[in-house]
């Protein structure tokens, strides 16, 4: 796809294999990828509403689901990088359905501290402590990680923002209120010191 418009200094076009670019090429891409990677917030907004589509049945579609549980975060007092991985902790439920929480946790990673992703990533299992059973299941799964530093952190997302947020009439902040925090978070220096945390020194 010719997303630049031809001239010098635009395209890295020269190689077919990797193995060939050259590095004038590479530094090039990687200026070139700067706007790009800028723009994450952007397609992350743009994307959001779509979970309206997402899981039927409920009395709050996906979309309303993922504003609520960052409303409660916000108006809880929580960090700016948790409401923002509140916000998008159900992202993956389109496109990855059967393992939602890896998707929104690895969006988040280079971003935000190693509790917050952590928090992500096993949401969906503390999440079950809800309705496992109802399915035959333990619902108690997650007891496996008490101890765990990031356990009471995870229990209560669960219990306070996100096993909470199906309330058609909730007064629910709207997208535009959370744009200028997802903008901070997703505009942080990747892998930067945000990622290594006294509990996990060196980011994981
Ligand atoms: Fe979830
Ligand atoms: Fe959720």
Known sequence: MNVMSPGKN???ESYR????GTKEEYLLLKELAKPFKAQTADRILAYLPNLAESF???????YVHSLQTATQAHRAGESEEFVVA?????IGD???PDNHALMA???LK????PEVYWMIVH????QGYYFFHHYGKDRNMRDRFRGHPCYQMTADFCAKYDQTAFDPNMDTMPLSAFEPMVRRVFGREPWGPQTKTEQFPSGY
Do not use: K
């Open 10 to 12: 635009t395209r890295a």
């Open 17 to 20: 294999r990797m193995e060939d």
């Open 56 to 62: 039927p049945g409920m009395a709050v579609d996906r």
């Open 86 to 90: 509140a916000l998008i902790h159900d």
């Open 94 to 96: 389109l496109l990855c």
């Open 105 to 107: 946790a690895e969006m």
């Open 110 to 113: 280079p971003y935000v501290s």
């Open 123 to 126: 949401h969906n299992l503390f």
